[in-house]
Structure formats: structure tokens, C-alpha cells
């Protein structure tokens, strides 16, 4: 059953994070970070053009620095509030967080095959899993309900942005896994659909 204080919002927009350095050295950020580049800083520029007739009065962001970077881009330009919500910040890589995934296997060894036998419930060692985020997805999206005024903007991340999806769309853990979110793109969710920007 859900608490009765739940209040999501009836329609969101999502928007990812704009391009990191790592995401170029394909190394797993979770509740790491590093910069946006240049390109990064372009989409969430595209982003707010994007949203510009949306009529957004809120942005709740994840409080990790590329997701807040990008969220600030997209508030400078839309006059938008800006709200930190702790609870959309990316899965936690615990202690493969910051690594290629050749340096995991090196370090890590049969972390790849335990992952891949149980992608939902697996654990990054030190850090979390899918199942785990959800909870705080659903968290998020309730604290956003209430913070915001309209259809607010989320800015997050990948991993818990399909954690936030599935809980808008009602999915189950295997299409949930199966959602991808590109930099730059924005979905809008309304009613438990969803339709790309």
C-alpha cells in the first residue's frame, strides 16, 4: 500500500544529465562525478529551448553535480525554481564507482556474471541496487509532487531515471531494465504515458 502523504504529479517532464567526461572514458559514475563538457553543456542548453513554451515554475534536480549543472542551464533559461531532492541522485556504484568496466573485471572479478544473472536485485558491492532505487524513485517523485507548482522538470540520471519511469508507467523490473534515456532528450509522462520530446 502506498502512504497516503504519496502526492506524484499527475504530469513531468525527465530530462538526463547533459554529457560527462567520464561518460566519454565509459567509466560508471553512480554517486560519483565529474564535469559536463562541452557538448554536455550544448544539450542541456537544447533541453531548455525544448521546454522553453512548457510553462515549467519547477525544477527538481538530483543534488550530483552533473545533474545540477545541467538543471542550473535549464533554470537560467526557463525562470524556473530550482529544488534539490537527494532522493533522484544515480544508483549507488559503490566501490566500482569511477572504474571501466575492464578495470572492474580486473579488480572485481565475476561481478560482470553476478550482475548480469540478476540485474534488478544485484547490489553494486558497497552500493545498491535497481530494487533498492526504486524505493527512493518513488520517494523522489512524491517529493517533487509536493514541491512542485505545475508539471515540474526532473533532472536525473539514467539508472534511477528508469527507477522514476517505471513507477510513472506501472513496469515491471524487465522493462523497466529495458529503458534507455539519451543525453539530451527529454520524455514528458502523463497518465502513465510517456512520449519523447
Same mark, same amino acid.
Request: charged residues 25%; contains cysteine.
Given at each position: +500500500?502506498? $502512504?497516503?502523504?504519496?502526492? &506524484?504529479?499527475?504530469?513531468?517532464?525527465?530530462?538526463?544529465?547533459?554529457?560527462?567526461?567520464?561518460?566519454? @572514458?565509459?567509466?560508471?559514475?553512480?554517486?560519483?562525478?565529474?564535469?559536463?563538457?562541452?557538448?554536455?553543456?550544448?544539450?542541456? %542548453?537544447?533541453?531548455?529551448?525544448?521546454?522553453?513554451?512548457?510553462?515549467?515554475?519547477?525544477?527538481?534536480?538530483?543534488?550530483?553535480?552533473?545533474?545540477?549543472?545541467?538543471?542550473?542551464?535549464?533554470?537560467?533559461?526557463?525562470?524556473? %525554481?530550482?529544488?534539490?531532492? $537527494? *532522493?533522484?541522485? @544515480?544508483? #549507488?556504484?559503490?566501490?566500482?564507482?569511477?572504474?571501466?568496466? *575492464? @578495470?572492474? *573485471? @580486473?579488480?572485481?572479478?565475476?561481478?560482470?556474471?553476478?550482475?548480469?544473472?540478476?540485474?534488478?536485485?544485484?547490489?553494486?558491492?558497497?552500493?545498491?541496487?535497481?530494487?533498492?532505487?526504486?524505493?527512493?524513485?518513488?520517494?523522489?517523485?512524491?517529493?517533487?509532487?509536493?514541491?512542485?507548482?505545475?508539471? $515540474?522538470?526532473?533532472?536525473? !540520471?539514467? +539508472?534511477?531515471?528508469? +527507477?522514476?519511469?517505471?513507477?510513472?508507467?506501472?513496469? *515491471?523490473?524487465? !522493462?523497466?531494465?529495458?529503458?534507455? #534515456? $539519451? #543525453?539530451? &532528450?527529454?520524455?514528458?509522462?502523463?497518465?502513465? &504515458?510517456?512520449?519523447?520530446?
Amino acid at each position: +500500500m502506498l $502512504p497516503e502523504d504519496r502526492h &506524484v504529479p499527475a504530469r513531468l517532464f525527465l530530462a538526463r544529465h547533459g554529457q560527462t567526461v567520464w561518460n566519454l @572514458e565509459h567509466r560508471l559514475q553512480g554517486q560519483l562525478d565529474s564535469p559536463l563538457t562541452a557538448e554536455g553543456i550544448r544539450q542541456a %542548453e537544447a533541453v531548455a529551448e525544448k521546454l522553453a513554451g512548457a510553462a515549467i515554475l519547477t525544477i527538481c534536480s538530483s543534488p550530483l553535480g552533473r545533474a545540477l549543472r545541467t538543471a542550473l542551464i535549464i533554470a537560467e533559461r526557463l525562470g524556473a %525554481e530550482l529544488i534539490e531532492v $537527494p *532522493d533522484l541522485a @544515480e544508483v #549507488h556504484h559503490g566501490d566500482l564507482a569511477g572504474l571501466t568496466w *575492464d @578495470e572492474i *573485471d @580486473e579488480r572485481h572479478p565475476g561481478a560482470r556474471q553476478e550482475r548480469a544473472a540478476n540485474r534488478y536485485g544485484w547490489a553494486f558491492p558497497g552500493g545498491e541496487s535497481y530494487a533498492q532505487a526504486r524505493t527512493r524513485a518513488r520517494r523522489a517523485l512524491s517529493a517533487c509532487g509536493w514541491a512542485a507548482t505545475g508539471a $515540474p522538470l526532473l533532472v536525473s !540520471h539514467e +539508472m534511477i531515471g528508469r +527507477m522514476l519511469r517505471a513507477e510513472l508507467r506501472g513496469l *515491471d523490473a524487465a !522493462h523497466a531494465l529495458a529503458l534507455r #534515456h $539519451p #543525453h539530451g &532528450v527529454v520524455f514528458e509522462i502523463g497518465n502513465g &504515458v510517456e512520449r519523447m520530446l
